[in-house]
């Protein structure tokens, strides 16, 4: 059975964490495409290296191209389906508090509006 993966959508219709893989180049977008397709496959059992639990039901999906790390920032919305959050490349060192708080308030906004 696959996993469903679906993009936090906001109040005007931007999809952020989209907008954020869609701004990288062709190469990256396809080793995250990638790590997307594992997560559908593999759903909750996929585990390390590709995932890592942050905090709050948050887990950040991690890419890596070249010397480029990207992160994206999801949660399990229900029992099959993923909502990716937030998108960013990580420089060093855990991931930053601000984007993790970007990532909480959209979860909380999506789960508000999913009532």
Known sequence: MGWDIEYYQTEKGRF???EFIDSLD???RV?????LDLLQQFGIDLG?????YLEEQLWELRTQYGRSRYRII???ASAHT????????????PVPRRDIE????????YLSRRR
């Not at 390390?48 to 890592?52: F, S």
């Not at 970007?102 to 906004?109: E, L, Q, S």
Request: aromatic share 12%.
């Open 16 to 18: 952020p964490a989209a």
């Open 26 to 28: 062709t190469k990256s």
């Open 31 to 35: 080793k995250i495409a990638r790590t």
């Open 48 to 52: 390390t290296p590709y995932t890592k």
């Open 74 to 76: 999801y949660f399990l």
């Open 82 to 93: 993923f909502v990716v959050l937030h998108g960013f490349t990580k420089k060093s060192g």
């Open 102 to 109: 970007v990532a909480k308030t959209r979860r909380d906004d």
